[in-house]
């Protein structure tokens, strides 16, 4: 059974920063691009970052500078860094991983939230 388990989601001031971990079981996510995504009430699910099998990453331009994707395939974990964080980046972050060579296999974590107030 595979999953994915968001952490370290909660609240912090604009400004901020958090560090959200996704931990993944029942796959190896070496080969696997590991992706962070994340969605507003009534709005669709929108790229944050992405990190390929090997190492590529690829941002939306409304965290680039802000926000870095990073894994560590030993511990089958693949990281948010969020800083500068702002208002606007409050929503419920999800973990994704999709097969580097069959994207059918393609899992999602069950979210963490970030909120971003003062």
């Known amino acids: 059974q595979v999953q994915l388990v968001e952490s370290g989601g909660g609240l912090v001031q604009p400004g901020g920063s958090l560090r959200l971990s996704c931990a993944a079981s029942?796959?190896?996510?070496?080969?696997?691009?590991m992706g962070w995504y994340r969605q507003a009430p009534g709005k669709e699910r929108e790229l944050v970052a992405t990190?390929?099998?090997?190492?590529?990453?690829n941002y939306a331009d409304s965290v680039k500078g802000r926000f870095t994707i990073s894994r560590d395939n030993a511990k089958n974990t693949v990281y948010l860094q969020l800083v500068s964080l702002k208002p606007e980046d409050t929503t419920v972050y999800y973990c994704?991983?999709?097969?580097?060579?069959?994207?059918?296999?393609?899992?999602w974590g069950q979210g963490t939230q970030v909120t971003v107030s003062s």
């Open positions: 990190i390929t099998r090997g190492g590529s990453t």
């Open positions: 994704n991983a999709v097969h580097s060579l069959f994207p059918k296999f393609n899992y």
């Open positions: 029942g796959i190896n996510t070496s080969i696997y691009t």
